[in-house]
């Protein structure tokens, strides 16, 4: 190679060189900037992550101790315990304290105070499949009451064929209907769930009984449920 040719190509490096050097300057602060944004994003998501796997974990935790309180005999300590959880748990474990909690107070016979929790939970939650579940569980606390509306005003609407809950619906509007003396309302219900080839079977044979209850009493079937 000549010295014609080397002086050429050390021309030609050196504006190369040049001008990544000018580029640089001119774009080597935002790829920086971009860089340490990317950065940031990773470490963000698994900052996120960790405490979220954190979080969670403490809020098992909080629920487990609250659930063996109880289980211990200290409902006092478990109802507390629970609070914390509905308090400053993370997750569905404060909805999962609040339903124990209202079964807690039904155990304890306090009924107006359970009814009132889960109450609170269908005005609340979220999820309407949670909301329902209060529901239920509200009406049955009611059925001792025998007061039928207060229960279908819970319940009411998940009577139609296609809820998944109807029967469990049903069978509490039925029993307080029962026990204010409304037996013929309470046939209707009972009928329809005994047609019903969903029914579960623990359901079917407590229907079953109260079937047989009522037509000991003189209250035969509807005459829908006669002809089917």
């Avoid at 300057?25 to 950065?39: K, M, S, Y």
């Avoid at 974990?57 to 507390?80: C, H, I, K, M, P």
């Avoid at 307080?176 to 309302?185: I, Q, S, T």
Wanted: hydrophobic share 45%; glycine share 8%; aromatic share 8%.
């Amino acid at each position: 190679m000549s010295d014609t040719d080397n002086v050429f190509r050390e021309v030609d490096e050196e504006l190369r060189n040049e001008r990544m050097n000018k580029l640089w300057r001119q774009f080597g602060p935002f790829v920086i900037g971009v860089a340490l944004v990317i950065i940031l994003i990773v470490a963000g998501n698994e900052a996120w992550r960790w405490w979220q796997t954190s979080t969670a974990n403490r809020g098992a935790e909080q629920f487990t101790a609250a659930l063996e309180l109880v289980e211990n005999g200290d409902v006092a300590g478990g109802q507390s315990a629970l609070q914390d959880v509905i308090n400053s748990g993370s997750g569905q474990y404060p909805v999962l304290a609040k339903f124990r909690s209202a079964a807690l107070l039904a155990t304890e016979g306090k009924t107006a105070e359970a009814v009132a929790a889960y109450d609170q939970l269908m005005s609340t939650s979220a999820d309407t499949r949670l909301r329902e579940l209060a529901a239920i569980f509200a009406a049955y606390l009611l059925v001792d009451g025998g007061d039928p509306l207060a229960v279908t005003q819970r319940v009411g609407d998940m009577q139609v064929e296609t809820h998944p809950m109807r029967n469990a619906a049903r069978e509490a509007i039925g029993l307080a209907h029962y026990k204010a003396g409304n037996y013929v309302d309470a046939r209707v219900l009972f009928d329809a769930i005994a047609a019903d080839p969903l029914t579960p079977q623990d359901l079917g044979l407590r229907v079953s009984l109260y079937l047989g209850q009522l037509t000991a009493q003189g209250v035969g079937p509807t005459a829908e449920a006669a002809s089917e």
